[in-house]
Nanobody
Framework: QVQLVESGGGLVQPGGSLRLTCAASGRFFGIGTMAWYRQAPGKQREWVATITSGGSTNYADSVKGRFTISRDNTKNTVFLQQNSLKPEDTAVYYC??????????????WGQGTQVTVSS
């Protein structure tokens, strides 16, 4: 099983930057696609960005051009560089990972989240 732990959230002013980190640990065969989601108060959890094991990325329109997702496969970590932050980016950010099981099966795993607050 794999456990995901997010870090790097905090309080920043509009226009500021943060770098979120998600570290995977535990006993597992491998990790496939990883992603970031976020959930604001009273809102449904929404997808933010995805990165495949090969490094291909996709972004939600709301963050495209401002956020960058990356990963370090040797350390089983995924990052989310957040630039030009806006108040509407305020949310709990969650890490997601496809845990690769034997034979190629997948099981989705979630972290506990890290709070990002953008306010002046």
């Amino acid at each position: 099983q794999v456990q995901l732990v997010e870090s790097g959230g905090g309080l920043v002013q509009p226009g500021g930057s943060l770098r979120l980190t998600c570290a995977a640990s535990g006993r597992f065969f491998g990790i496939g696609t990883m992603a970031w989601y976020r959930q604001a108060p009273g809102k449904q959890r929404e997808w933010v960005a995805t990165i495949t094991s090969g490094g291909s990325t996709n972004y939600a329109d709301s963050v495209k051009g401002r956020f960058t997702i990356s990963r370090d496969n040797t350390k089983n970590t995924v990052f989310l560089q957040q630039n030009s932050l806006k108040p509407e980016d305020t949310a709990v950010y969650y890490c997601y990972a496809d845990e690769v099981r034997g034979g190629g099966g997948l099981y989705g795993r979630w972290g506990q989240g890290t709070q990002v607050t953008v306010s002046s």
